[in-house]
């Protein structure tokens, strides 16, 4: 079976289109291709408006207004959080500088999305949060992923929501991966992705992707990592890694046929900029196993295979579809999209606007949680690949 309806969003369950929301003005901290891209959403949502952008150079700042026609733009950031039209910034500048323009924001009392990584380490991602609470300000990591209706069928059907008449039963294992080849884009040894004390490195900008796919399908926080991969001695920065985690278990009463206690299971992940994958993610229970397909990190499809009775039998097979809003006269215009489906942030943006417009500090899809499971794990891959942490000599 193949259907188009897309599930209610996590947030609201009560939303029957997950592009609902009400009004948001956002002010954009970074002037890059994923800011690009990000406005160019916003544009599916006729609710949201960008008013600001800032960068760090003028010019930069200017283009990126008049080719968006954003009503103010400003060189450095000062301006922009002071701008009082501004309720949430979206910050996609570089990863060095992420507590310190956070923490502007925030003290500023705006909301704000942050691109990944939320933080350069635990520390940093701790005190953001920590000052979000304390102003009663919303804060989320931009794992937006986590937004598209193919990820939350998965994850309806994974952990047996309510109205799924389909379930995986108890998983046991989560295959994920994300691997891009930065030659095709990036100069070497110039750019950004390969430069260490500003957060580059492929630990840093897409493992993220993958460590989050694992957490969202056990309910225990993962207790031991095994990290291999190769650093450039040159540059510093992780080129490629994969980690196995092991998530312990809930409850230590085994089911009567099967010796795998609840909750236990394992994750295998890769993730790299020397190569291309296939980059999918593939969940395994003991009823079944379901694939988000290619791209998996913006995907449009799920597919699912119930298990039948003995091995190599399908039970059940269903494939679920969902395909990105059409591009607008307005977003041709401006260009288009850099990455694929990147139509997608705006269903993250939705569910931005629907969280603060119920006054909630943080999104049930991604939790602030979350996010600091992902930095500890960030910072396992560092010290067992042997990478030194961003900013240091």
Request: proline share 7%; charged share 20%; with cysteine.
């Amino acid at each position: 079976m193949t259907t188009s309806v897309p599930p209610n969003p996590l947030d609201d369950l009560s939303v029957k289109d997950p592009l609902e929301c009400p009004p948001l003005k956002w002010g954009m901290i970074g002037c890059g291709r994923v800011s690009h891209d990000f406005t160019q959403a916003l544009k599916h949502l006729p609710s949201q408006s960008v008013v600001a952008c800032a960068a760090r150079s003028e010019d930069s700042a200017k283009a990126f207004a008049e080719k968006h026609s954003i009503q103010s733009f400003y060189g450095g950031y000062d301006g922009l959080v002071k701008d009082t039209n501004v309720e949430i910034v979206y910050i996609g500048n570089v990863h060095a500088f992420r507590r310190s323009t956070v923490e502007m924001c925030l003290l500023a009392d705006k909301h704000v999305l942050v691109e990944k990584p939320f933080a350069c380490s635990v520390a940093d991602g701790e005190y953001l949060i920590g000052l979000a609470k304390e102003r009663n300000l919303f804060i989320m990591e931009g794992m937006w992923t986590r937004f598209f209706p193919a990820v939350q069928k998965a994850r309806n059907i994974a952990l047996g929501a309510e109205g799924e008449d389909d379930s995986l039963g108890d998983i046991a294992k989560v295959y994920s991966d994300f691997n891009f080849f930065a030659p095709d884009h990036e100069e070497y040894p110039t750019s950004f992705v390969y430069n260490r004390k500003l957060g580059g490195g492929a630990g840093l900008l897409v493992a993220p992707y993958p460590l989050a796919a694992a957490t969202m399908f056990f309910k225990s926080e993962p207790d031991s990592a095994k990290v291999v991969g190769q650093v450039d001695e040159d540059t510093g920065v992780d080129l490629q890694g994969a980690m196995v985690l092991n998530f312990p278990p809930t409850s230590g009463e085994k089911p009567g046929n099967s010796p795998k206690l609840p909750g236990a299971g394992v994750a295998l992940l890769s993730w790299g900029m020397a190569c291309e994958s296939a980059e999918s993610t593939t969940i395994v229970g003991a009823a079944g196993r379901m694939t988000i397909e290619s791209p998996g990190h913006c995907p449009t499809k799920l597919t699912v295979n119930i298990k039948g009775h003995g091995r190599g039998e399908v039970g059940k097979a269903m494939v679920y579809e969902y395909p990105m809003p059409a591009d607008t006269e307005e977003i041709t215009k401006a260009g288009g999209f850099n990455y694929p489906n990147s139509e997608g942030f705006c269903y993250e943006a939705a569910a931005v606007a629907r969280c603060i417009g119920a006054g909630k500090k943080e999104a049930p899809q991604y939790t602030h949680a979350e996010t600091l499971v992902t930095l500890k794990l960030l910072e396992e891959i560092q010290q067992q690949l042997g990478v030194k942490p961003v900013g240091t000599d």
